[in-house]
């Protein structure tokens, strides 16, 4: 199990980067072509409700990003350390609250774009798992 481990100051420029090392390392990994803007998007999406949250809270920890090659699959877990509360959103996300309903937004998205998704959060932060599956390499015969 290969496994690529990014962390970025929580600033919008950075989200990019993520995108681009996200979608190559996912490439290598056996992630069909035609699912690779879906990674990007998917990855923009996480990474930039991740920056958000830091921004909001006024945390300066870095933002997370492990890319994770496994035997059949790959996945990408981006952590923010925002604390949350037990409805997963950030505390003082209230109804009416515009940069609630667009962390919900973002998680809607996400999961439109990934089949297999998974979100995780609490007091010490929170964690967006996406997985796809990969194909292995084909080996020419001799």
Same mark, same amino acid.
């Given at each position: ?9 929580? $600033?919008? *420029? #950075?989200? =990019?980067?993520? =995108? +681009? ?5 996912? =490439? ?7 699912? +690779? ?16 949250? #830091? ?14 090659? *496994? ?5 990408? @877990?981006?952590?923010? @350390?925002?604390? #949350?509360?037990? /409805? ?10 515009? @940069?609630?309903?667009?962390? *919900?937004?973002? $998680? ?9 998704? *998974? ?5 010490? /932060?929170? +964690? ?15």
């Amino acid at each position: 199990m290969a496994t690529v481990e990014l962390r970025f100051s929580a $600033l919008p *420029e #950075h989200v =990019r980067t993520a =995108r +681009l090392v996200a979608a190559a390392v996912a =490439r290598r990994a056996g992630v069909d072509e035609a699912v +690779l803007d879906e990674v990007r998007l998917a990855v923009g999406e996480a990474c930039t409700r991740a920056v958000g949250l #830091h921004q909001n809270g006024g945390i300066s920890a870095p933002v997370k990003v492990s890319l994770i090659e *496994e035997e059949k699959q790959f996945s990408i @877990e981006v952590g923010d @350390e925002a604390p #949350h509360t037990a /409805g997963g959103s950030a505390p003082g996300a209230a109804g009416d609250d515009p @940069e609630a309903e667009e962390d *919900e937004m973002g $998680l809607a998205v996400i999961s439109g774009l990934v089949d297999d998704v *998974e979100v995780k959060a609490g007091a010490d /932060g929170g +964690l967006i798992r996406m997985t796809w599956p990969t194909t292995p390499p084909i080996v020419p015969l001799a």
